[in-house]
């Protein structure tokens, strides 16, 4: 009897998390990415997104959440009441629905996962430009849509230029376990998470590092 794969529908909130994830498709196989173009979205239309990924009958929709525009009001209530109002599974068995919607954040924002590729920081960051800064004295990052495209893959162009994924994840990791110990509200992403779930939902093992790693430094 074969591997019966769940379905999964990715929700960024703007292009930087739809070039990224695009870049996993050889990673994780069969990954449906929203949107289909890229653009900034809100919390109305990322609310819009998973509705329609509970209604066209995935069985999970992981949101992958920046949290630097999420710590003043009305943003932050209107999170929290997001996260509520889809906190439990949505199970419809008339209409073919079983849906888990999982929230995924990362402070400042999903640039800190592209840093851990190559080291591990718990500094706070106090704009989104100092971390941009860190992840650049590893390789050339522009947070533009032409960058993206000539990268060749975001995911690829990390390991080409010394970075691993598999570190990322256990730095990820990492992040998360200290925040909870500390008690910080800054410096974490629960990315490591949601890829460790991804492959073991799907029976697929992550792969190793594929490109020689050059030393990188620790903050």
Known sequence: MGILHKTVLVVGEGPTEFYYFKSLNDVFKGLTIQPDYPKHTNLKELERK??????????????????????????????????RKYGKTIDKPKKGIHCKVRFYETHRCTELFFLYYFCYTSREYTAQEQLLKDLGRHCEYRKTDRFFVRSGGLHS???????????????????????????????????????????????QPLPSTSFPKKEAGHN
């Open 50 to 83: 998973i509705r329609e990924g509970v209604e066209m009958g995935y069985d999970e929709v992981c949101c992958v959440i920046d949290m630097d525009n999420k710590h003043c009001e009305p943003e932050r209530s209107l999170y929290a009441k997001l996260k």
């Open 157 to 203: 162009y990390f390991e080409r230029n010394g970075g691993s994924l598999t570190d990322a994840i256990g730095r990820a990791e990492q992040s998360v376990q200290e925040r909870r110990a500390e008690g910080r509200d800054y410096t974490y992403s629960e990315l490591g998470r949601m890829m460790k779930e991804l492959s073991d939902n799907r029976k």
